[in-house]
């Protein structure tokens, strides 16, 4: 009678962005997200607290650990 609604991966454009961790050197805050190569905008998608947060960054989006950039 129930049915569960199956979970949707968020995607994004392979061939136009690249997956993207920026730390801030004051703070170390990190902020994982997508940048646009082309005219350099930065899309935040979430929060880096720990390394749970990355390995759930990294599932979310199939994004493989040796094609994160790091930006500071």
């Given at each position: 009678?129930?049915?569960?609604?199956?979970?949707k991966k968020?995607v994004?454009?392979?061939?136009?962005?690249?997956?993207?961790?920026?730390?801030?050197?004051?703070?170390?805050?990190?902020v994982?997200?997508f940048k646009?190569p082309a005219d350099g905008?930065?899309q935040?998608?979430?929060?880096?607290?720990?390394?749970?947060?990355?390995e759930?960054?990294?599932r979310?989006y199939?994004?493989?650990e040796?094609?994160?950039r790091?930006e500071?």
């Open positions: 009678m129930f049915w569960r609604k199956k979970e968020p994004y454009d392979k061939t136009g962005k690249i997956p993207v961790i920026r730390s801030s050197i004051c703070t170390g805050e990190q994982a997200g646009d905008r930065f935040e998608v979430m929060l880096i607290r720990n390394g749970g947060d990355l759930e960054f990294l979310l199939d994004v493989e040796s094609e994160v790091r500071w």
